[in-house]
């Protein structure tokens, strides 16, 4: 399974931006997806997952401003950011977990299987 982010790019505070991060390979290995960030210096932090069966979840710094969502037959999990400040600045990962694994599982990186190479994000204030 290979993993393309997409989207990233320069947004002042409050704009918005959506991330895709498009699956190819082996789908029926899919289950669980996630989106991280890091930022230079930092570990990997979680942003929002969302289950094979559509339960999500997310990170409290960007609930209520972040969407996760996944478009089973393009194969393909967005990331809808809005009202985005200069603290969500950082590289995007997408990541796909090959195991049916609960919400609560997801916030751990080891879950994962598959990661994509990440898509710069950068918020200006």
């Known amino acids: 399974v290979q993993l393309q982010a997409s989207g990233g790019g320069l947004v002042q505070a409050g704009g918005s931006l959506t991330l895709s991060c498009a699956a190819s390979?082996?789908?029926?290995?899919?289950?669980?997806m996630g989106w991280y960030r890091q930022v230079r210096g930092k570990q990997r932090e979680l942003v929002a997952t969302i289950t094979s069966s559509g339960v999500t979840d997310y990170e409290d710094h960007v609930k209520g401003r972040f969407i996760i969502s996944r478009d089973i037959a393009k194969k393909t999990v967005f990331l809808q950011m809005s009202s985005l400040k200069p603290e969500d600045t950082g590289v995007y990962y997408c990541?796909?977990?090959?195991?049916?694994?609960?919400?609560?599982?997801?916030?751990?990186?080891?879950?994962?299987?598959?990661w994509g190479q990440g898509t710069q994000v950068t918020v200006s204030s």
């Open positions: 990541a796909a977990a090959s195991v049916r694994w609960n919400s609560g599982s997801l916030h751990d990186k080891s879950r994962y299987d598959y």
């Open positions: 390979g082996s789908i029926v290995r899919i289950n669980g």
